[in-house]
């Protein structure tokens, strides 16, 4: 490796990799450094992710409008992404359910959101309409979602990969970058290989996308970086709908109405524990299958390297979606993954910005959900902060 290049991506998750595509079609001599021993092999986010590829009816302007934004326009340049380069992916849609008087008034704050967010073709459907979609699920009312969907999220991360190398982007893996600091106009990186030899490179911008160790790259390079991040761990179950009629999943997304909790950053509203159907097998054009996966549910925790836990039991996700969802049993789940998410202390929304004191490193921080659906989005605003720092 040359010990001068023009950019350096420090993470290969499918934030990293869309960043890295996104460059490499203006750019030459980008690195992306990836302390996992290969692209899509570890435990980072984008691999232990629901796959949901989200409307953007969530955000709110006040204290979301970044994730608004890159959300809506993610959603659209991801469909067209995964349609052009084979990925499996499908435009299932989605119905928040209310299942009494409370959440249907609640349903009314996420449609006027959606209009806010121009989020196409959102409507409320009545308790019978929803019967008709999906015959298992009970609820008074929904929102009819139709853009959002699922996509297999480590074939999506994997031809990122195939497409930024196709375009000379080198990729490092099983390299660990240890030291970033200013060296004259330039950024000098310590990086550390697997067997423990270390080496240098001076490189013209930073892009910091670590997931969830994103803060200990802000700070490793500027002490006084202010974000941090206080990752939750996401476990989910999964059960198959052709165990019983009563189980079968017809192919939409369901979700609850979000519930009120009070955050340090005032009143919010959860996503809450959902159902989403799984694919048949990563083929092209893609299928769905029988599986499907219930969650995330939301843990704090206390030790970000400790990744794994004790697996929350069966029941308390049966609970969780009983009201909308009453056939369910303990005994039909079995337990499917559980991922870390990058969310930030104080504040709900993503970070997407150069660095106070050095506008050549530029923070991705707090890139939870729905940062798979905004991937492509991301990726062009961070080629548009390198553009208006080059003017
Ligand atoms: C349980 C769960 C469910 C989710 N569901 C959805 C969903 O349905 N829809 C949606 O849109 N989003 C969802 N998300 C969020 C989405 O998965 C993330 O926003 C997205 O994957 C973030 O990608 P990333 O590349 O930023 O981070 P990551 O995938 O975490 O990648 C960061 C990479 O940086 C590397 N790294 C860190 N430090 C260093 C270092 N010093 N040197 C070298 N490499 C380093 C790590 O090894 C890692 O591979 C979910 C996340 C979780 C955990």
Redesign the pocket.
Known sequence: MSNEISIAI????????AVAWELSRHYDGIFV????PGITQ?E???????????SGIYYDQKTRPLKAEL?VKGNRFLYDFCDRHEVPALKTGKLMVATNGYEDNVLDIYLERARQNRVPGVKKISGAKVKKLEPNVKAISALFVPTAGIVE?TTL?YRLYTLASGEGVQFMTA????GIEPEDDLLRLT?RYRDGHEDQVRTGVVIN??????D??AR?FNPDSPFELDPV????YKFYGHKRPELEVRGMNIYPTPQSVVTPYGQHFTVGVHL?PAFEDISFPPSLGTTVTI??KLIPVEDRQARAGKPVEANVFSEKIRSFFPDIKDEDLIWH??????RLKDNPDFIIEADADNPHFIN?LG?????????LSIARRVKEIIVTSNE
């Open positions: 420090v993470g290969g998750g499918v934030v990293g990799c450094f990836e302390k996992n570890g980072n986010q984008s691999s232990r992710n629901s796959g949901v590829i989200h959300c999220p991360t390299t660990e970058v240890t990086i996308s670590g997931g969830v160790d994103a200990l790259l490793l761990r996401g476990e989910s989403t969650g995330p993954q559980a991922g870390l998410q990058a991705l890139i939870d959900s729905p940062g798979l659906t905004a991937c």
